[in-house]
T-cell receptor, first 115, second 114 residues
Framework: KAGVTQTPRYLIKTRGQQVTLSCSPI?????VSWYQQTPGQGLQFLFE???????NKGNFPGRFSGRQFSNSRSEMNVSTLELGDSALYLC??????????????FGPGTRLTVL | AQSVAQPEDQVNVAEGNPLTVKCTYS??????LFWYVQYPNRGLQFLLK??????LVKGSYGFEAEFNKSQTSFHLKKPSALVSDSALYFC????????????FGKGTTLSVSS
């Protein structure tokens, strides 16, 4: 079974631009979560989508947004990029069949560099 | 607010020795606790979780974790370390009971020497 895939793997943008990252979950998984990983702040939760609805949201500014499609694929968008947005963006999917504590499967990440 | 703390940036152990990676948590309500491991070229992987029940939780690759409610700790342990266990380990607590909105600790680098 294919794992979580993220595209593109690497991205270079300049300040002020916007960017869209894509995540394809494992087949059958309905939950997709996004995380930002930086050396200074570590791993931080951005948001989670389940059945095309945002179910949870972390403490990030409104420049960060996302959506989920009917096939569970998800995209996240960052508008008006800042230097501090340079990070590894990780996507994770889950069956979300258990009521408690579902295991998340992580993709390899998209490395975003903002110049 | 929910949070986890990993007090050690790095843990060094010799192969064959037991290892412990420490984690403490702060939650309101029931804690849903996880350990994940990040290998250099293999991404982040689930190791184990505590939801309820036995305080000793067994997970992948021979790892286990001990939940201690009075000390609000969830330490990761392994009886005999392998060089291949060298990686970055994250403790996490979930915002939601589904386990899909994780608050991670800063991570602990485990280095196992031969």
């Amino acid at each position: 079974k294919a794992g979580v895939t993220q595209t593109p793997r690497y991205l270079i943008k300049t300040r002020g631009q916007q960017v869209t990252l894509s995540c394809s979950p494992i087949s059958g998984h309905r939950s997709v979560s996004w995380y930002q990983q930086t050396p200074g702040q570590g791993l931080q939760f951005l948001f989670e989508y389940f059945s095309e609805t945002q179910r949870n949201k972390g403490n990030f500014p409104g420049r960060f947004s996302g959506r989920q499609f009917s096939n569970s694929r998800s995209e996240m968008n960052v508008s008006t990029l800042e230097l501090g947005d340079s990070a590894l963006y990780l996507c994770a999917s889950s069956w979300d069949q258990a009521l408690f504590g579902n295991e998340q499967f992580f993709g390899p990440g998209t490395r975003l560099t903002v110049l | 607010a929910q949070s986890v703390a990993q007090p050690e940036d790095q843990v060094n152990v010799a192969e064959g020795n037991p290892l412990t990676v420490k984690c403490t948590y702060s939650v309101s309500g029931n804690p849903y606790l996880f350990w994940y491991v990040q290998y250099p070229n293999r991404g982040l992987q689930f190791l184990l979780k505590y939801i309820t029940g036995d305080n000793l939780v067994k997970g992948s690759y021979g790892f286990e974790a001990e939940f201690n409610k009075s000390q609000t700790s969830f330490h990761l342990k392994k009886p005999s370390a392998l060089v291949s266990d060298s990686a970055l380990y994250f403790c996490a607590v979930s915002w939601n009971q589904a386990g899909t909105a994780l608050i991670f600790g800063k991570g602990t680098t485990l280095s196992v020497s031969s």
